[in-house]
């Protein structure tokens, strides 16, 4: 992976800048604690989905007020959920770049390729019905990123142009009132089943007792792992955990902030969960995500990247990182609204506090931390100075 030779399977090598560690933790350790996270991450989100799915199929069955809000609450549990497990790169949702990855990560969760337009022409032709819709439908027309539209948009207009199809035929405005809102609740509970679906198809795939994709990692280098080491296996890990420097810092915190990609002072329809608006807790639980992943999942036998830096004699890495992410952590916390648009407009300075945050911690892991275990950072923060 790197342009020297790769450190044996399971050795304990001190790397630039590892002088005066005393090596009892290996690679092979962190990707044990690291197999058991990812299989934990997983179950949890599969569990949210699945009750995700039966409120809103309860809800599509028989609506009411209480439905809606209990099928809301589900919703942002499911997400949450699901946003902790972005940061792991490898596995079913990983890349198909990425050894043994199946690129299910975008039927889950599209963004940020959304197109409400879509959704809306989707609801017009009712292709959601189609028993074949989870293997035919666009990435943007299913998902959690579409479930989020149709369960928290309330107006009655479309996204469409003057000029389409749904709108000349006036096939939209026949939807108004109860109609819409049907259709909505039976497409939302379409798009939550296929989720739950996926989701625990890709923890079965975690489990020891499924696929074993845990005990995986820990063997490295066999017949029937996807990586020819541990080093190689741990870079894998570690480029998931650049989630937090492109997709947290540059496009749900940087742009909206005007400091990536926007024109303006301020982009605010860059917000990530434009009708839920709880772009603040993505935020957070990304943020939380990386941690768990980072330190063995909290586990007191567990051995994370945290153990492995103080193994190799940089315990003021870890702990600097570790206390960055407790840093950004609270500065989230400290947002008054989950909202990040509002946020933007009434204390943005907190919003550039929590960008800074973020910064602190990728700035660590872009330099010290990729020095240390000698690893390879993606190749798309490569000459990222930023």
């Given at each position: 992976m790197t342009g020297g030779p790769e450190p044996d399977d399971g050795a304990p090598t001190s790397g630039p800048g590892g002088g005066g560690g005393d090596g009892s933790v290996t690679r092979r350790m962190v990707l044990e604690s690291v197999g058991v996270c990812a299989s934990t991450m997983y179950a949890e989100a599969a569990a949210a989905s699945a009750a995700l799915a039966s409120l809103t199929e309860a809800h599509a069955g028989n609506p009411s007020d209480d439905s809606l809000a209990a099928v809301r609450e589900g919703w942002k549990a499911a997400i949450g959920a699901w946003q902790q497990v972005e940061v792991l790169k490898l596995g079913p949702a990983g890349p198909v770049t990425t050894p043994g990855g199946q690129g299910l990560r975008d039927t889950v969760y599209s963004w940020p390729l959304v197109s409400r337009c879509l959704v809306e022409q989707t609801l017009v032709s009712e292709a959601y019905a189609d028993p074949s819709f989870a293997e035919d439908a666009l990435l943007n027309v299913r998902g959690l990123a579409a479930a989020e539209y149709l369960l928290f948009f309330e107006p009655a207009e479309n996204a469409c142009g003057a000029a389409a199809t749904i709108n000349t035929s006036g096939a939209w405005a026949a939807l108004a009132g109860a109609e819409l809102d049907a259709r909505k609740r039976g497409y939302a509970a379409v798009v939550s089943a296929d989720v739950a679906t996926i989701?625990?198809?890709?923890?079965?795939?975690?489990?020891?007792?499924?696929?074993?994709?845990?005990?995986?990692?820990?063997?490295?280098?066999?017949?029937?792992?996807?990586?020819?080491?541990?080093?190689?296996?741990?870079?894998?890990?570690?480029?998931?955990?650049?989630?937090?420097?492109?997709?947290?810092?540059?496009?749900?915190?940087?742009?909206?902030?005007?400091?990536?990609?926007?024109?303006?002072?301020?982009?605010?329809?860059?917000?990530?969960?434009?009708?839920?608006?709880?772009?603040r807790d993505h935020v957070k639980n990304n943020l939380v995500g990386f941690k768990r992943v980072f330190d063995g999942c909290g586990e007191a036998s567990a051995r994370g990247f945290d153990d492995l830096l103080r193994s190799l004699g940089s315990a003021d890495v870890a702990s600097d990182m570790l206390s960055g992410l407790d840093g950004a952590i609270a500065?989230?916390?400290?947002?008054?609204?989950?909202?990040?648009?509002?946020?933007?407009?009434?204390?943005?300075?907190?919003?550039?506090?929590?960008?800074?945050?973020?910064?602190?911690?990728?700035?660590?892991?872009?330099?010290?931390?990729?020095?240390?275990?000698?690893?390879?950072?993606?190749?798309?923060?490569?000459?990222?100075?930023?």
């Open positions: 989701v625990q198809g890709i923890a079965t795939a975690w489990a020891p007792e499924g696929g074993d994709l845990a005990g995986t990692l820990t063997a490295t280098g066999g017949s029937g792992s996807p990586f020819k080491s541990d080093q190689a296996a741990l870079n894998v890990v570690s480029d998931g955990l650049f989630y937090i420097e492109r997709e947290v810092k540059d496009m749900k915190l940087g742009r909206p902030l005007g400091k990536v990609d926007c024109a303006e002072a301020a982009c605010p329809a860059a917000v990530e969960s434009q009708y839920a608006r709880v772009g500065a989230a916390d400290a947002l008054e609204t989950s909202d990040l648009v509002t946020s933007l407009a009434s204390e943005r300075d907190k919003v550039e506090a929590l960008h800074a945050a973020v910064k602190k911690v990728t700035d660590l892991l872009k330099t010290d931390f990729v020095t240390i275990l000698d690893l390879e950072p993606p190749v798309i923060v490569e000459g990222d100075n930023d």
